[in-house]
């Protein structure tokens, strides 16, 4: 049907929560069942700013992440020729085509992650994202501290520290609070395919929902 559109769908969490691994299985469970689906990373890492921001996390630069996240911020905002493929005109136009869009985090993630870093303000961290594609679903994977930690690979980036961690899931709690926005929490803790069929389940019934309404704009 003409002007239907593709859905906005993020996934969020703590460091280890299955973020990566359920945008990837949603995506091919959505093009299996007929649907255009199309998964998105944030950021994407093989791009310049991807690799700076990479090499930050992973301790290999002592670059200050707050001037990284400005780029990305800008960046977003920007044309398409941007590095990061989650740029606002390319989000808008592979929604307008009708494509549903799975992005393994969104700006939600840079500000908690911005945030819990130096205290700034939530509404400071905003600021450079506030006009986004509005998420039609928001699904945060909740997962208690101490199993984040003890999943394979946790401590090897520089975030990955319980006392930080608790500082962006505290950040995380705030930005949830936002009646305005379609937050669903999910249990991460469980098997991943029982954690993939309630993130697919709700994935279906926002495509549907989201297929005739227009495209919000993230926190205005």
Not at 58 to 68: A, L
Not at 121 to 148: H, I, M
Not at 189 to 196: G, K, L, P, Q, T
């Amino acid at each position: 049907m003409a002007g239907r559109r593709g859905a906005l769908i993020v996934l969020e969490g703590v460091d280890r929560a299955g973020k990566s691994t359920q945008s990837r299985k949603l995506v091919d469970a959505l093009c299996a069942a007929g649907h255009r689906a199309e998964l998105l990373r944030f950021p994407e890492r093989s791009t310049e700013i991807g690799k700076l921001l990479a090499s930050y996390l992973e301790k290999k630069s002592e670059d200050y992440f707050e001037t990284v996240s400005v780029k990305l911020s800008s960046c977003r905002r920007s044309t398409r020729t941007c590095p990061v493929p989650t740029s606002r005109p390319l989000i808008k136009e592979k929604l307008s085509q009708g494509i549903t869009l799975v992005v393994d985090r969104y700006a939600f993630s840079g500000v908690a992650f911005t945030s819990a870093k130096e205290n700034f303000s939530l509404d400071w961290c905003k600021q450079p994202d506030t006009g986004l594609p509005k998420p039609d679903l928001v699904v945060f994977l909740e997962l208690q501290l101490a199993e984040a930690a003890a999943r394979g690979g946790f401590g090897l980036e520089r975030y990955e520290s319980g006392a930080f961690q608790q500082r962006a899931l505290q950040r995380f709690q705030q930005l949830m609070g936002d009646v305005t926005l379609p937050w669903k929490t999910v249990d991460a803790s469980r098997s991943i395919e029982d954690v993939h069929g309630e993130i697919r389940a709700l994935s279906e019934d926002t495509i549907q929902a989201a297929a005739q309404k227009p495209l919000g704009e993230l926190w205005t």
